[in-house]
């Protein structure tokens, strides 16, 4: 696609400043890369093909030197959540029309990011602690499943579940589970022996596959229930390590009936634990311990969530898990070098915090991006990587308003998962048209979508 690149500086050359600057950078973007490390930016400038500068994104010969006058877009992600915010406040005075992130992740900041956003004219705010702990409390109300994503503000979903042996859908090809069982979603990838797939009419299910469906929460549950899925959620859950993601996901469980254990071997966190979660039973010991785990309960409890701050620690805990309990498990990585490998010992749902920042910020620079006829509101990775669910607002008249499905001239490896109309989920066939308002989903094999437009030839 002949889209120009926007120019963006971002400040921090950690994991998500790398992940950010080699997916921009791929996509087309001009990127500069600000950082103290001379030799992390060294590292980065052999994988992706930016500038680099050396320095504080806080100063401001630095910025000068980046070019934050002429730049489109600002992103401060290094571990200081007062420095993203001061680096941010600083380049909006460089430049007026500039726009900014800022990544935050202290709870304290919690209540305050409306004020913060309008008082520092800071436009987007993430925290990926907190979104980890969404997508982990989404798939504890929802056990079954893989991962969850959610679109349509909400109304709809996409799933992932593995198929087991000699189910119901198991050599039964899409047309027919289209025309018997699955007519209100859509199937939108398959997954097998290391395979992706976008699944056409003819392509035949198999026990051991990893499917991905689009459908309203309701319609999910319904067929899920008619699969012989478990479609309750879990009554408790055991979280180990007490960082910032078990704060905000505790707190979520809570709220929602759900009982809590964390786990965690710092006694002065523990205090602070128990003072803001009162309703959790904190423990003090060491989560690695499998005498401790016992103790805790591990056998019994209906789902563990491995929240260390260490990748390893973490995957032990989750196959200790699967070992000694039917449990959920969901599972918490940081480091992103190797999904495969990570894939490959199926561990169920693992949640990518980094992924989950890079998607939301990717997200924005695509709006930013696109024309005003339509805009990204969602987008998300899938299949391991190989595909992307992104969601459209339709804003205006186009060459994909008004014309049946069916004559539209859409793209090998694109389908149209949903229309969002006048707040109804539609589950498209040949005859459905989009209209202005709408919000529509597609998945595709292909990356850089930027508008709706993009999924004709």
Do not use: W
Request: hydrophobic content about 40%.
């Amino acid at each position: 696609m002949n889209k120009v690149g926007l120019k963006i500086v971002i400040v921090g050359c950690g994991k998500v400043g790398r992940t950010l600057t080699v997916r921009l950078t791929d996509e087309g973007h001009n990127i500069v890369m600000i950082d103290k490390s001379e030799e992390r930016l060294e590292d980065m400038q052999k994988n992706a093909d930016c500038m680099i500068l050396q320095g504080s994104g806080s100063s401001h010969e630095t910025l000068e030197e980046a070019g934050v006058s002429e730049a489109d877009l600002f992103i401060a992600v290094t571990d200081s959540d007062e420095l993203n915010l001061l680096c941010c406040t600083i380049a909006k005075q460089f430049n007026g029309n500039i726009s900014t992130i800022a990544r935050v992740r202290d709870p304290d900041y919690g209540n305050e990011i409306p004020y913060l956003r309008s008082r520092l004219g800071i436009d987007m705010i993430i925290n990926p602690e907190f979104e980890a702990a969404v997508e982990a409390a989404r798939l504890l109300f929802l056990p079954a499943a893989i991962s969850i994503n959610t679109f349509a503000h909400g109304s709809a979903e996409l799933i992932k579940i593995k198929l087991p042996m000699d189910n119901m859908l198991d050599g039964k090809d899409i047309a027919y589970l289209g025309k018997h069982i699955t007519n209100n979603l859509v199937i939108v990838g398959v997954e097998r022996d290391g395979e992706v797939f976008i699944p056409n009419g003819s392509f035949v299910l198999k026990g051991g596959d990893i499917i991905s469906f689009v459908s309203s929460r309701k319609v999910c549950l319904q067929f899920l229930k008619s699969i012989g899925f478990n479609t309750k959620a879990v009554r408790d859950t055991l979280i180990i390590g007490g960082g910032k993601s078990a704060f905000y996901l505790a707190d979520q469980l809570l709220k929602s009936g759900i009982s809590v254990r964390i786990i965690e071997k710092d006694a002065r966190r523990c205090e602070y634990l128990s003072t803001v979660l009162p309703k959790a039973t904190i423990l003090n010991g060491d989560g690695i311990d499998a005498t401790f785990l016992e103790e805790a309960g591990i056998a019994d409890t209906d789902s563990l969530v491995a929240l260390t701050g260490i990748d390893e620690e973490n995957i032990m805990l989750t196959l200790h898990a699967k070992n000694v309990s039917h449990a959920k498990v969901v599972t918490k990585i940081n480091r992103i070098t190797f999904t495969k490998v990570i894939n490959s010992l199926n561990l169920g749902s693992v949640i990518y915090p980094k992924y989950i920042t890079a998607e939301t910020i990717i997200t924005y620079v695509r709006a930013k991006q696109a024309s005003i006829g339509s805009n990204v509101e969602v987008m998300y990775q899938l299949l391991d990587g190989n595909a992307e669910a992104v969601e459209f607002k339709v804003k205006e008249e186009s060459s994909v308003v008004g014309v049946a499905l069916k004559d539209l001239a859409i793209k090998n490896n694109v389908i149209v998962s949903f229309i969002s109309h006048n707040g109804k989920l539609i589950i498209p066939t040949g005859n459905d048209k989009i209209s202005v308002g709408d919000n529509v989903m597609i998945v595709t094999t292909q990356k850089g979508f930027t508008e709706l437009q993009d999924i004709l030839r």
